[in-house]
């Protein structure tokens, strides 16, 4: 053979072990991301906004989903309000006027005229559905805070479950004969006919004809998860039904007549409303169910599941099998889009539409018949935990609570660009340039670390035990310049400070997906706190590691020398977390009723700020270090005055805690990132100059 051929022929083989291995890996990494297109409607982002800001990144957390009775439009009742959609495009159309409030639930009147809302407080709202107005508030006479309510068929009634003091079920009877304007309620505390042990909780559901009321009894004393249905008039106990199911009840729904009861345990059981025994049991095919829907014309019966897949079942035929009668699922018409947990499910009226609603932050419209996706409507989050960007660029990367979700954001525009799907990671700390996410996944107690621009892994920590059962990093820091990493484990050798030099990565993807991602060990140990660290900040300049812990004691750690060089204690307000002035000469620290500042250097404190409303939850040095803005627990943003230790003013936008904060466009907007599932950015300018 010539030379010549066998170089050919080698390079042909080089050439094929590279192909499948740079395919392979991307075939590894890529972890689900899913890219966003540009919506139609690109205002939306700047409505009903509070005072000082400018616009509004995600519309909230999906509490339902419910269509006009002509199908044209749907209403999602949202951790921050109502938005109304267009339901044969998926654009938006409105979100209704008026505070914002956690709704819980929400249905348009029998001429679709007008929208009626539930939210936590107990308060039933009305709206004008064309131009989105509140006509009316209503609020009931014994101030109850709820934890869950839902509108009967026609809104003529709301139900409501009271939080934890109360956990009582009541209903309010809604009357527009009088004044169309003005909702006239018949309050009633509805007497349970059972005797009360273990509670009621958050999943109620009403029969469409009105007379039965469902609700699963969880009894944490019983080895199954008995549903109580009472006669939702007189609120009378009727009949107990029970899985047997030791894994308690995450969905239930009637059928569109009133005839059948379907619940979603460990597997999914229907029963007749007027037998007891169980009609059939559709096994669930290896994952959890949390929601449930039936077809308007009843043959249907939608499952959405933990793995992001929806399931048609055929729910009027049985076949014969193991263990008693089946439903025949329908696998033809399984559908796949989403990359997280389902836990909505609505059909249009005319039955040729399903929205789907899930934890990956989406709503998906579905076409019956062929299986296919007809929109995606991006942005409704479960909640925010962390915020990075770089001043380059005009883009923020936002994490998600639970699950990890990396999400990237053009502030410009407030368009979703992408999101990237982990599954549920116990951590996800975004470097302070946002090229890096360090995730911690708990089923093999690996600690990796992501690169955002590359989609791919760029290295695994190892060392010291790692990756064992013992650790479980819930405290991570990276330098600013994004070459050190601190980690300290929950559990384990509790007290432990590691710090791993994680180096620069290459910018080619090729290599990135070409090679496996670097295994990196622990270069030192700092030990100088008994508990669990719960805090760890990088100094600017990267000369100085804050560690705050259990106790009461703050240490600041010499990065050269590897030594405390500073310890500040907190009296008996623990600190909860530390951050650094922009130049790094102040240090604050946060506890749940009070925050420090000090002087880094000499440990002089300067000023301390007293809780006023709710609890501290995150606090950030403004960027000319006048200011500190804390954000609390009741989502309002707080301004303090560090040099005379004054209160300034209260900016009120989300409707729960607010999880980080952060400085962009060179100091001149603030993000605020919330527990609602949404980010606001104000104008600084216009927020430091209000007192109030």
């Known amino acids: 053979m010539r030379p010549s051929r066998i170089i050919f022929i080698l390079s042909t083989v080089i050439f094929a072990i590279i192909a499948v291995t740079v395919f392979l890996r991307l075939m590894a990494n890529k972890n689900s ?25 995600g519309k909230g957390r999906i509490n339902t989903i419910k269509f006009s009775a002509d199908g044209n439009r749907f209403a999602v009742a949202t951790s921050i309000g109502v938005w109304i959609y267009d339901a044969q495009s998926g654009s938006i159309i409105s979100m209704l006027k008026g505070e914002r409030q956690d709704i819980l639930d929400v249905a348009f009147s029998k001429d679709g005229n007008n929208v009626l809302g539930a939210n936590t407080s107990g308060q039933i709202l009305k709206w004008h559905a064309e131009n ?6 209503l609020s009931n006479e014994k101030a109850i805070h709820l934890t869950s309510a839902v509108f009967d068929a026609d809104g003529s009634k709301v139900y409501g479950v009271g939080r934890v003091r109360d956990e009582k079920l009541y209903v309010w009877e809604l009357n527009d004969d009088l004044n169309p304007h003005v909702l006239v309620p018949i309050f009633t505390e509805i007497k349970l006919d059972v005797e009360f042990i273990g509670g009621y909780g958050k999943i109620i559901t009403i029969s469409p004809d009105g007379r039965f009321l469902a ?8 080895e199954y998860f008995p549903i109580h249905i009472f006669d939702a008039h007189t609120s009378k106990l009727l009949f107990e039904r029970s899985a047997q199911s030791n894994e308690g009840v995450n969905a239930l729904t009637f059928s569109h007549d009133s005839k059948t009861l379907a619940c979603a345990s460990d597997a999914i059981y229907l029963w007749d409303t007027d037998v007891t025994e169980v009609k059939a049991t559709f096994k669930a095919l290896d994952t959890s169910v949390y929601a449930l829907t039936f077809s308007p014309n009843g043959k249907l ?29 329908l696998p033809t018409l399984k559908l796949k889009g989403h990359k997280e947990k389902v836990n909505k499910l609505v059909f249009s009226p005319d039955g040729k539409t399903l929205l789907s609603g899930s934890d990956d932050g989406t709503i998906r419209a579905w076409d019956t018949t062929t299986g296919g996706i007809l929109y995606t409507c991006p942005g409704h989050m479960q909640g925010i935990r962390h915020l990075a960007a770089s001043e380059q660029t005009s883009i923020l990367t936002s994490v998600d609570s639970y699950p990890t979700i990396v999400r990237l954001w053009d502030i410009k525009k407030g368009h979703q660009l992408s999101a990237s799907y982990f599954g549920f990671t116990s951590s996800g700390t975004i470097s302070p340039n946002a090229t890096t996410i360090s995730l911690d996944d708990p089923s093999d107690r690996k600690l990796r670390l992501w690169d955002i621009q590359n989609r791919g892994y760029r290295s695994y920590l190892k060392g010291h035990g790692y990756p064992s059962k013992f650790f479980l990093y819930t405290t991570i820091a990276f330098s600013k310049d994004e070459k050190r990493l601190a980690t300290s484990p929950s559990r384990g050798p509790l007290g432990e400070i590691h710090i791993w030099h994680i180096g620069s990565q290459s910018n080619s993807i090729f290599s990135r997906y070409l090679f496996n991602a670097k295994t990196i060990r622990p270069k030192h140990t700092l030990i100088g706190h008994r508990g669990v660290v719960r805090s760890l900040v990088f100094s600017p300049d990267g000369k100085t590691l804050v560690s705050s812990g259990d106790g009461n004691r703050i240490n600041l750690w010499d990065m050269e020398t590897l030594r405390i060089r500073q310890k500040f204690v907190v009296g008996r307000n623990r600190s909860r977390s530390v951050t650094f002035s922009s130049n790094g000469k102040m240090l604050a620290s946060r506890g749940t009723e009070k925050i420090y500042c000090w002087e880094a250097t000499t440990g002089k404190q300067i000023s301390e700020f007293p809780r006023m409303t709710g609890s501290f939850m995150s606090i950030q040095f403004c960027p000319d270090d006048s200011i500190l803005v804390s954000g609390i627990n009741t989502g309002e943003v707080q301004l303090w005055d560090i040099s005379s230790g004054n209160f300034l003013s209260t900016h009120k936008g989300h409707t729960r805690y607010i999880n980080d ?15 609602d599932g949404t980010i606001l950015l104000w104008n600084w300018e216009k927020m430091k100059t209000v007192i109030k």
């Open 33 to 57: 991301t899913e890219i966003f297109q540009i919506p139609k409607n690109t205002e939306y982002p700047r409505w009903e906004l509070p005072d000082e800001a400018k616009m509004r990144l």
């Open 132 to 137: 989105g107005e509140l006509i009316s508030t």
């Open 215 to 222: 609700t699963p009894r969880q009894e944490d004393h019983n």
């Open 301 to 329: 019966l939608v499952s959405g599941c933990s793995d992001g897949s929806i399931h048609l079942w055929n729910a009027t035929a049985q076949q014969e099998g193991l263990g008693g009668t089946i439903g025949q699922y």
């Open 661 to 675: 904060l952060r400085f962009l466009e060179n100091g001149k907007t603030l993000a605020t990132a919330s527990a």
